[in-house]
């Protein structure tokens, strides 16, 4: 069972370099190789998690090289779990992009990038879950960030390359000090393998402890989004295309959280920092929700949502406790899933409508009712309604804290009753807006294109926007038309708007193309899943817990003794 640990990152890998040999020809190639290698990927996860959970902990070394001499993978119950929500999440956002056409037809973001860059984002993911020391945690970074710099880019607009350029900055700065950290654990322990490191840990002064602690945290909280060092996100996810920013807010910060949890059972177990992580996770809920209630734009608010939601998260870990824990791995699952539909949602709210700013949008539970079933369930979701999985996890969350019985965990379970209030009013406010209110002026006609043209600060924008041209100003509909299959003289009057999907020049629809939305109904299926599975996922993450904490299991199965 062992030799199946590395094939989560070795398959995209493989699959990435061949896309890249196979280049911008056999466009059906392409697609039949990504999405067999993620479905090959989630079967394989599968198989992991069942031998995790019941044979212990997977370990490879690499080369057959045992540490700390070697490259080390192990696949427990946390890292089997993470294995397989996020694998089943990146298929259906590949499904979704290949109903988008994103990266098909378009000059600005062919195939032969999307595909590779896509998949090695994936390797990443998977590797960054199955490292069993910090170098090769901080290798998965690196081929995750790499990835996703290519990614939030694409098309070239001005507004994703300045959004790109904060997040490049913000993501090299926290690797310099991901590196840092890692010279210090070395220097200080003299191994990298987390196996290794409970021992050698206990054994320094608790200043040096500290020191290292505080190092991880920061450079986990940066990458989780968590307040005070989230200020980059809000900005830099609501510019990519749909399918790209599904999958960062989806899967990527939480795979910062998924560092921070493994990282302090393993490696700093007690309650050293525990004042300082519930500290961060009352700020990340309350000002995350705030922001999220002032937006009137429906990505800029789901990016709030996400940085309060965070908070729930690192409650659980600061709580140190097997309740909450596995309501931490519990909630991690369900947000991963329950956040990219969400953002897909927007995609097509974009699609249909030509516009994700709630003042513009209106009528769509009239116009598109099947769109807006697949707002409204993850919607209540997010929100905590009764009986859904987010409902579930948070009041798994809340019954830890109220166990632990201290001042700081009462004002969290305050903060995050509130926060699910809030949370409610925000995804009401979108609903009323976005749907339930007659349509707007503003709304793009259907067959509106949708320009690829970026606006400028200069008077040449105001009035190409005016006459329906482009900043250079060229007939927007003529610019356009070659692109998207859509004969110029044919496209109904209406507004014209910036496209955000991959640069490429798109026609809004009154039907939902039928893969997008197949995607984004097979993801909100999936979040209801863990409702009606939610017995049998708390039995797991609580098994989880306990695994973690007794910290035993994972390095003997590492270390073999």
Not at 89 to 104: E, H, K, N, P, R
Not at 355 to 371: E, H, I, K, Y
Request: proline share 5%; net charge negative.
């Amino acid at each position: 069972m062992s030799a199946l640990v590395p094939l989560p990152v070795v398959l995209p890998l493989c699959a990435a370099g061949l896309k890249l040999v196979i280049g911008m020809r056999l466009e059906r190639v392409q697609r039949f190789i990504s999405a067999a290698v993620l479905i090959a990927v989630l079967a394989i996860s599968l198989v992991l998690l069942v031998a995790a959970d019941r044979h212990g902990p997977q370990v490879m070394y690499a080369g057959g090289w045992a540490p700390p001499v070697g490259i080390v993978l192990v696949a427990d119950r946390l890292s089997a779990l993470m294995l397989v929500v996020s694998s089943a999440v990146t298929l259906c956002v590949l499904i979704y992009s290949f109903g988008q056409g994103m990266a098909d037809n378009d000059e600005a973001t062919p195939l032969s990038v999307f595909h590779p860059s896509y998949l090695m984002l994936v390797a990443g993911v998977a590797d960054t879950f199955l490292a069993g020391d910090l170098f090769n945690l901080y290798v998965g970074f690196e081929i995750m960030l790499t990835a996703s710099y290519v990614l939030l880019t694409l098309g070239g607009t001005i507004a994703r390359i300045r959004a790109g350029a904060t997040y490049a900055i913000v993501s090299l700065l926290s690797s310099v000090l991901f590196m840092a950290a890692v010279a210090m654990v070395y220097a200080a322990a003299g191994t990298v393998t987390m196996a290794e490191l409970p021992s050698r840990l206990d054994a320094l002064p608790e200043g040096i402890k500290t020191v290292i602690q505080i190092a991880l945290l920061t450079v986990f909280g940066i990458k989780a989004a968590v307040f005070p060092l989230a200020a980059w996100l809000p900005d830099s996810y609501p510019t990519a295309p749909a399918p790209v920013t599904a999958v960062f807010a989806g899967l990527l910060t939480k795979v910062g959280v998924y560092a921070i949890l493994r990282t302090q059972t393993l490696l700093f177990p007690g309650d050293r920092l525990e004042e300082a992580l519930m500290l961060v996770a009352l700020l990340s809920l309350t000002v995350g929700i705030m922001g999220a209630v002032a937006q009137t734009d429906l990505k800029r608010l789901l990016s709030f949502t996400l940085v309060s939601h965070m908070g729930y998260m690192v409650f659980g870990i600061a709580l140190d406790s097997p309740g909450g824990i596995s309501g931490a791995v519990f909630y991690v699952a369900h947000h991963i899933t329950v956040q990219t539909t969400l953002f897909l949602v927007a995609g097509l709210v974009e699609r249909r409508s030509g516009s994700t700013d709630l003042q513009s949008v209106g009528g769509l539970a009239t116009l598109s009712p099947l769109l807006a079933v697949l707002f409204f369930i993850p919607a209540m979701n997010l929100s905590g309604i009764p009986p859904l999985s987010g409902f579930l996890g948070k009041l798994g969350l809340l019954r830890a804290g109220v166990e632990d019985g201290g001042a700081m965990a009462y004002v969290l379970v305050a903060a995050g009753t509130a926060t699910s209030l809030l949370t409610l009013y925000a995804m009401a406010k979108a609903w009323n807006l976005a749907f339930w209110r007659a349509p707007t002026p503003e709304m793009c006609a259907e067959g509106t294109v949708l320009d690829t043209a970026e606006p400028d600060n200069d008077s040449d924008s105001d009035s190409g926007s005016d006459t329906g041209t482009d900043s250079s100003g060229s007939d927007s509909g003529s610019g356009s038309g070659s692109d998207s299959g859509v004969d110029p003289a044919g496209v109904p009057a209406g507004t014209v708007r910036v496209a955000t999907f991959g640069g490429q020049a798109i026609t809004t629809t009154r039907t939902l193309p039928g893969t997008m939305a197949g995607a984004t109904i097979a993801l909100v299926l999936f979040g209801l899943a863990f409702t009606v599975l939610a017995g049998p996922l708390f039995g797991l993450t609580g098994r989880a817990a306990e695994e973690l904490l007794a910290r035993t299991p994972y390095v003997e199965a590492v270390m073999g003794r």
